[in-house]
């Protein structure tokens, strides 16, 4: 069964302390891994696209890489706007559709 | 450029009632999907539509319902509202990936709709 598995939940940091997201999957015939940040009361916002094992992206304090089964997204030295739910989701060959993990949940203390 | 934009915002409803949720893409997107979100389930996927054809559909009884029009525009159909049916109903845009591009298609979010079934 295809699969989007996010840990941890939730995630509590002091301003400055980096660490990473983990994103695990199952799904057959990969055709990108995307990560979301979602904001309360918002619609979840693109972050990056990830397309085969071993690429990464940058985007400010955050950076994402992709393995055969899992993605990190890795936090460098967070800022308190940086609290946020992070969405990981896959697409896959012939699905015409995105499937989601339940998120992580991360707080950043000032 | 408008992002997708979804009406209404915000909406209350009592069992057994339907409701009819709209969702206007990005402008050149022909591929709307159409997500539930609750806090205990997360982002569910409910349908994809691309040219008026719904190409895939999830796990949700056939009182979920939805349908594209020419101009891509979606709406989505809930009837004989349940309480369980309160939730965040989220409609995404993306631009379907041309022969030989790598894109694959990231999801554009509106604002989404929040149903209460009292």
């Known amino acids: 069964e295809d699969q989007v598995t996010q840990s941890p939940e939730a995630l509590r940091l002091q301003e400055g302390e980096s660490s990473s997201l983990n994103c695990s999957y199952t799904v057959s015939g990969l055709r990108g891994l995307f990560w979301y940040r979602q904001d309360p009361g918002k619609g979840p916002e693109f972050l990056f696209t990830?397309?085969?094992a071993g690429e990464e992206k940058e985007k400010e304090r955050l950076k994402a890489t992709l393995t055969k089964k899992e993605s990190f997204l890795h936090i460098t030295a967070p800022k308190p706007e940086d609290s946020a739910t992070y969405l990981c989701?896959?697409?896959?060959?012939?699905?015409?559709?995105?499937?989601f993990g339940a998120g992580t949940r991360l707080f950043v203390k000032a | 450029k408008a992002g997708v934009t979804q009406t209404p915002r915000y909406l209350i409803k009592t069992r057994g009632q339907q409701v009819t949720l709209s969702c206007s893409p990005i402008s050149g997107h022909r591929s709307v999907s159409w997500y539930q979100q609750t806090p205990g389930q997360g982002l569910q996927f409910l349908f994809e539509?691309?040219?008026?054809?719904?190409?895939n559909k999830g796990n949700f009884p056939g009182r979920f319902s939805g349908r594209q029009f020419s101009n891509s525009r979606s709406e989505m159909n809930v009837s004989t509202l349940e309480l369980g049916d309160s939730a965040l109903y989220l409609c995404?845009?993306?631009?379907?990936?041309?022969?030989?591009?790598?894109?694959?298609?990231?999801?554009?979010f509106g604002e989404g709709s929040r149903l209460t079934v009292l």
């Open positions: 990830l397309y085969s």
């Open positions: 989701a896959v697409a896959y060959t012939g699905g015409f559709k995105t499937i």
């Open positions: 995404a845009s993306s631009l379907e990936p041309s022969s030989g591009s790598s894109r694959t298609g990231e999801l554009f």
């Open positions: 539509y691309f040219s008026e054809t719904q190409r």
